[in-house]
């Protein structure tokens, strides 16, 4: 069975562009006994594959040159030597790299999968009830701690982790304000969903009295998903006792020199600020816990999503480029 494959082509300098993807084609061998042959329906893209196409030691292995990029995903099960599944059944991968490559089939252990309630629309489990949801409510609520009454301003708000945060945040009764790309977004995040202010950082040149004007009383919880200048302007307003769950930096994910920036460690230590990062992967004895309290505030109406999906398998590169330039609203998705 001849199929496709988007391969790293070479890895970027800087910003990537299409040259670092190659589309090739191969050939699959047949099914052996227990495995199982898949066609990926939906492929999510986030922003921790640019790390990956570095070579570079992180907290997952990077993208290898001549092999196909991968990430989160729902396949459908097209052929099966697997009891445990049959053609038709949805299913995700829970191997010890739980991804689907960048191809049209692959081919899988039956025990690398596992089948998913095809009643849920199936995007959800790469968003609200996936890593995004996870992300932001272990991020908000292991780390950032919030009261009742506290503001939590939160990066990169528009995106999939962002938006949830938000809800997480007011559902915990504190004042949200969201900063996002562009006046589109700004609206989006407080007419549809609920943040009590909203900062275009596009359209304001100085973040740091846009900061203090949506947010009078300080900053409690600073949710980082960008980091850069954004977040040094973030840091000057926060509270003593503020906690910074560090989710993200974006904004210099493509930096090719060290970045340097003001020198936040006497803010830190003159107010007892608490800062972490963390990648989701710290939780995964807990993924189960996260995905019971997101399912019962789904079921209650009481978390929203929005999704920006893309149609084509060649879209791929597309879709992860376009998260640099801030093309998505809510998770960016791939329909293969």
């Not at 504190?174 to 359209?203: H, P, Q, S, W």
Request: glycine share 12%; hydrophobic share 40%.
């Amino acid at each position: 069975m001849k199929i496709k494959q988007i391969i790293l082509a070479s890895r970027p300098k800087g910003m990537p562009d299409k040259d670092n993807f190659k589309t090739v084609e191969i050939t699959l061998p047949e099914l052996k006994p227990g495995e199982v042959l898949v066609k990926p329906r939906y492929l999510s893209v986030d922003p921790y594959m640019r790390g990956r196409m570095n070579d570079a030691k992180s907290y997952i292995p990077p993208f290898q040159v001549g092999q196909p990029l991968e990430g989160g995903g729902v396949a459908e099960v097209t052929e099966s030597k697997d009891a445990q599944f049959k053609a038709g059944d949805l299913v995700m991968s829970t191997g010890v790299r739980p991804f689907l490559p960048w191809a049209t089939a692959a081919i899988f252990p039956g025990g690398d999968l596992r089948k998913i309630d095809s009643s849920i629309p199936p995007t959800t489990y790469l968003g609200i009830l996936g890593v995004p949801g996870l992300t932001a409510y272990f991020g908000l609520l292991d780390i950032g701690k919030p009261k009742a009454g506290e503001t939590v301003v939160i990066s990169g708000a528009a995106g999939a982790v962002g938006l949830l945060v938000g809800q997480l945040a007011r559902i915990q009764g504190c004042r949200v304000v969201g900063i996002a790309g562009g006046a589109e977004k700004v609206k989006m995040l407080t007419d549809n969903f609920d943040f009590d202010a909203a900062i275009d950082y596009k359209g304001n040149p100085d973040m740091s009295a846009a900061v203090a004007t949506a947010c009078p009383n300080g900053v409690d919880i600073y949710f980082d998903n960008v980091g850069g200048e954004i977040s040094d302007a973030v840091i000057t307003h926060l509270n003593f006792f503020a906690r910074i769950p560090l989710c993200g930096q974006i904004a210099l994910y493509n930096s090719t020199e060290v970045p340097i920036g003001p020198r936040i460690q006497p803010i830190m230590i003159t107010r007892s600020i608490l800062m972490q990062g963390f990648t989701i992967g710290n939780y995964a004895t807990r993924f189960g816990e996260g995905v019971k309290y997101l399912s019962e505030l789904i079921k209650a109406g009481k978390l929203k999503y929005t999704e920006t999906v893309e149609e084509g398998f060649e879209l791929l590169p597309d879709a992860l480029l376009g998260l640099f330039s801030g093309k998505n609203s809510g998770k960016m998705i791939v329909k293969v």
